[in-house]
């Protein structure tokens, strides 16, 4: 069994210019999870780029081997410091999880 765990942001800055720095950051550092935490089957992170505004601005897809495994990486320290960062320049999240 595989779980896909699929995240989307809107942003908070009401900055075109801001927000796009700060959805390639997000993007960056979710990215860069990829070979430190080691329950990640896979990841992809990215900035919207297409119709801005009536998409969310940053969406994440990562696969995870178990729901244990999916738990790990959402307690993971390199996760965290990604999340605190995260944290710091969103408004809204989305989230599902479900088996591929």
């Not at 990215?31 to 601005?57: K, R």
């Not at 410091?81 to 088996?99: H, K, L, Q, W």
Request: avoid cysteine; charge should be negative.
């Amino acid at each position: 069994m595989t779980i896909r765990h699929v995240v989307t942001w809107k942003l908070a800055s009401e900055d075109a210019a801001e927000r796009e720095q700060q959805a390639a950051e997000v993007g960056r550092r979710l990215n860069a999870l990829d070979g430190v935490v080691p329950e990640l089957l896979s990841i992809s992170a990215g900035a919207n780029m297409v119709q801005p505004d009536a998409n969310w601005d940053v969406a994440l897809v990562a696969d995870f081997a178990s729901v244990a495994d999916l738990d790990a990486y959402q307690v993971h320290p390199a996760h965290l410091e990604a999340a605190g960062y995260i944290r710091s320049v969103v408004s809204a999240r989305v989230a599902a999880d479900f088996e591929v």
